[in-house]
């Protein structure tokens, strides 16, 4: 069984930054995907960005390129979260989550994910 902690959130100035941390445990697999998805009161969960193991490649939401960044540790125990250019809108609960053998057509998916951390909450203010 796979568990994830996500840490890191809080308030930040609209202009500012914050670094999401996913600490992963337990399961087996050596090719998934994690991913960060977030979800604002009244709106869908959606999909912001993702690693690939074992290629490290990435892939991001238009609305968060270029200003967000995904990474991981040598050992794919944490995957982070930087986020520059913070934004009002970027205001959300942010998850992390693990998707299993993965293929590049469905890592944008949220309803792939098997795995999912609590959430961390991340407040912009403008």
């Known amino acids: 069984q796979v568990q994830l902690v996500e840490s890191g959130g809080g308030l930040v100035q609209a202009g500012g930054s914050l670094r999401l941390s996913c600490a992963a445990s337990g399961g087996t697999s050596n090719s998934y995907a994690m991913g960060w998805f977030r979800q604002a009161p009244g709106k869908e969960r959606e999909f912001i960005a993702a690693?690939?193991?074992?290629?490290?490649?990435?892939f991001y939401a238009n609305s968060v390129k270029g200003r967000f960044t995904i990474s991981r540790d040598s050992a794919w125990n944490t995957v982070y979260l930087q986020m520059n250019s913070l934004k009002s809108e970027d205001t959300a609960v942010y998850f992390c989550?693990?998707?299993?053998?993965?293929?590049?057509?469905?890592?944008?998916?949220?309803?792939?994910?098997?795995?999912w951390g609590q959430g961390t909450q991340v407040t912009v203010s403008s």
């Open positions: 690693i690939r193991r074992p290629t490290g490649q990435t």
């Open positions: 989550a693990r998707l299993l053998n993965p293929i590049v057509s469905t890592i944008r998916d949220v309803d792939r994910y098997t795995y």
